[in-house]
């Protein structure tokens, strides 16, 4: 059983809807995200094989669909130092921001999905929230430190059918 050491970094999915959400679409969240995290894996780092790119549900918080996600690289891979586990995190929330970003102003960026299966695992992200004029989803890199959470960055997407925006820090 793989446990989860104090102080890896993680990242926190939230999808914010007034509607209910349609389970294949809730589903396409997590597994668009862990699509782009293993290509973002294997791009940035290829030493590090496929199966430490998967990510792990950590947490189901209450409230809205709140989930927290614990990329096994972060935790396992020993040529890695903790400080690096934790840019590798928030890099990728950075390039996820930068891509849907690209996306949203549809001005080219190094970023922007080009393949089919990059621009499905796009719409796959935001089909949850996609529906709802209130639907947001936000995506965090974090670590607990002292017990409590700390973010390292973030990015929200809310989405309407009038317009869609996206910001981040």
């Known amino acids: 059983?793989?446990?989860?050491?104090?102080?890896?970094?993680?990242?926190?999915?939230?999808?914010?809807?007034?509607?209910?959400?349609?389970?294949?679409?809730?589903?396409?969240a997590f597994t668009s995200l862990a699509n782009e995290f293993e290509r973002y894996i294997r791009r940035s780092y290829p030493d590090v094989s496929v199966e430490e790119a998967e990510l792990f549900v950590r947490k189901v918080r209450r409230g809205?669909?709140?989930?927290?996600?614990?990329?096994?690289?972060?935790?396992?891979?020993?040529?890695?130092?903790?400080?690096?586990?934790?840019?590798?995190?928030?890099?990728?929330?950075?390039?996820?921001?930068?891509?849907?970003?690209?996306?949203f102003t549809r001005k080219e960026h190094k970023e922007t999905p080009n393949t089919r299966s990059e621009l499905k695992d796009w719409s796959d992200a935001v089909a949850a929230i996609a529906g709802d004029p209130d639907g947001s989803a936000t995506l965090e890199a974090a670590v607990f430190q002292d017990g409590k959470k700390k973010n390292q960055s973030s990015f929200q997407v809310q989405y309407s059918p009038s317009s869609c925006g996206a910001k981040g820090n």
């Open 64 to 103: 809205s669909v709140i989930v927290e996600l614990l990329p096994w690289v972060a935790v396992a891979a020993p040529f890695i130092s903790d400080m690096e586990k934790a840019l590798v995190v928030d890099k990728f929330v950075r390039i996820w921001a930068a891509r849907f970003q690209a996306l």
């Open 1 to 28: 059983m793989r446990t989860t050491p104090p102080g890896a970094p993680f990242l926190s999915l939230r999808l914010d809807t007034k509607e209910p959400m349609e389970l294949g679409a809730f589903v396409g």
